[in-house]
Structure formats: structure tokens, C-alpha cells
């Protein structure tokens, strides 16, 4: 059974350019959100989608958009890059139906460097 | 608004002595609390739960973690430490009531390490 899977693993981008960071769920599962995590920091919840519609968001700029595909998986785009916007970007999934159990699956992460 | 503080960034046991890694919470309501362990290269795994039962939670890998609603705290700890403990622990609280959502909120982490 494959866990949440993410690509790229790292990558490498100029400010002012534009990322997509993409994020397939555990398999079963409906729901998907994205976290940010600085470096030495938690992660910070970016936003949630189910139904291939946004249902939360964090404190986050419109910069950071999102996707849900109808196969459930996701994207991540990131416009106008910031230096700050270097991270661990996390992707984790969960079944709408058990969200109050508040157990979610995490991939590894994109690491997305900013020069 | 719900938060939770880690007191300690890191902490040093030697294999096989007690870990006791702590965490203060801030909520306005009942709050489910959680503990996520992040080792090197790998991704979050959720290592226990709280949701208004029991006060004592049995995790995985002999962790557990009490809740105390009077000193609004939710410490983690095992008897026995072991080499494979050595990760990032992050303590947790669910920001919606009833733990019914997806929007964790993390704290900044603790980096347990395990001296043989």
C-alpha cells in the first residue's frame, strides 16, 4: 500500500519565478492539505482540498494556489518566488470521513531552495 | 486561538534512561493534542492522540503521554530510551473543535538525541 508520494524531492529555484510541487495520497484517501516547514520551525498549515475544491486556508498570501485532480492527488504552485519561501513544503492525506480523528499521512517533502 | 509551546529544542538521554520530552497547550476549548516524531529524510508519523478520553495515551514504540487539563500541559515520555528514538518531536493541537479538520497546529519541535 503506497504511502503519500511527492515530487520533486528538491529542487532549485531564482526569485520571481514560479514552482509546482506535486503530491499523490495514501491510497483511500480523499482529502489532501499542504503544510510549509522553515527551516528548524513546525510545519504551517498552507491550505486543504477536498472535492477538488479549497475548503481552508492558512495564513498564507494568494502567491500559494492549489489543485485537486479528480484521481485525488494534488499540486502545490508557488508564484513570484521569495527567498523565504525556502521550505520543506509537505504534503499528507486523510480520509474526509475519519478527519476527526486527526491523524493525517505525511510524505517526505519537497525541499525547494530559493536563490 | 490554539497553540502549543514546546519548553524544550533539544534534549540528550543516554540509551536506556527515561525521556520525558514537554509541551504546554493553549486552547479555548477541549482540545485533541497529538505527538508526530519526524526522523531524518522520512515523513511525520503520528506517534499519539488525545481526544477527550482517557487521560494516559499509549503510543507507538512505548510512548505515551498524559494530558493535564490544570497545568495545560501534555508531556511525552518513555521508560526506556533507545537509539532509534533519536528524530524530531513535535507537539501538536488540532485547531478545530472536536479535532474535526485537517489544520494542525505545530509547535517548534523538540531534537531528541540518544547517546549510547
Known amino acids: 500500500d503506497a504511502g503519500v508520494t511527492q515530487s520533486p524531492t528538491h529542487l532549485i529555484k531564482t526569485r520571481g519565478q514560479q514552482v509546482t510541487l506535486r503530491c499523490s495520497p495514501k491510497?483511500?484517501?480523499?482529502?489532501v492539505c499542504w503544510y510549509q516547514q522553515a527551516l528548524g520551525q513546525g510545519p504551517q498549515f498552507i491550505f486543504q482540498?477536498?472535492?477538488?475544491?479549497?475548503?481552508q486556508r492558512g495564513n498564507f498570501p494568494d502567491r500559494f494556489s492549489g489543485h485537486q485532480f479528480p484521481n485525488y492527488s494534488s499540486e502545490l504552485n508557488v508564484n513570484a518566488l521569495l527567498l523565504g519561501d525556502s521550505a520543506l513544503y509537505l504534503c499528507?492525506?486523510?480520509?474526509?470521513?475519519?478527519?476527526?480523528?486527526?491523524?493525517?499521512?505525511f510524505g517526505e517533502g519537497s525541499r525547494l531552495t530559493v536563490l | 486561538a490554539q497553540s502549543v509551546t514546546q519548553l524544550d529544542s533539544h534534549v540528550s538521554v543516554s540509551e536506556g534512561t527515561p525521556v520525558l520530552l514537554r509541551c504546554n497547550y493553549s486552547?479555548?476549548?477541549?482540545?485533541?493534542l497529538f505527538w508526530y516524531v519526524q526522523h531524518p529524510n522520512k515523513g511525520l508519523q503520528l506517534l499519539l492522540k488525545?481526544?477527550?478520553?482517557?487521560?494516559l495515551v499509549k503510543g507507538i514504540n512505548g510512548f505515551e503521554a498524559e494530558f493535564k487539563k490544570s497545568e495545560t500541559s501534555f508531556h511525552l515520555t518513555k521508560p526506556s530510551a533507545h537509539m532509534s528514538d533519536a528524530a524530531e518531536y513535535f507537539c501538536?493541537?488540532?485547531?478545530?473543535?472536536?479535532?474535526?479538520?485537517?489544520?494542525?497546529?505545530f509547535g517548534t519541535g523538540t531534537l531528541l538525541a540518544v547517546q549510547p
Open positions: 499528507a492525506s486523510s480520509r474526509l470521513a475519519e478527519m476527526n480523528t486527526g491523524e493525517l499521512f
Open positions: 491510497s483511500g484517501h480523499d482529502t
Open positions: 482540498y477536498y472535492e477538488e475544491e479549497e475548503r
Open positions: 486552547s479555548s476549548y477541549s482540545p485533541s
Open positions: 488525545y481526544t477527550s478520553a482517557a487521560t
Open positions: 501538536v493541537v488540532s485547531d478545530g473543535y472536536g479535532g474535526a479538520t485537517n489544520k494542525l497546529i
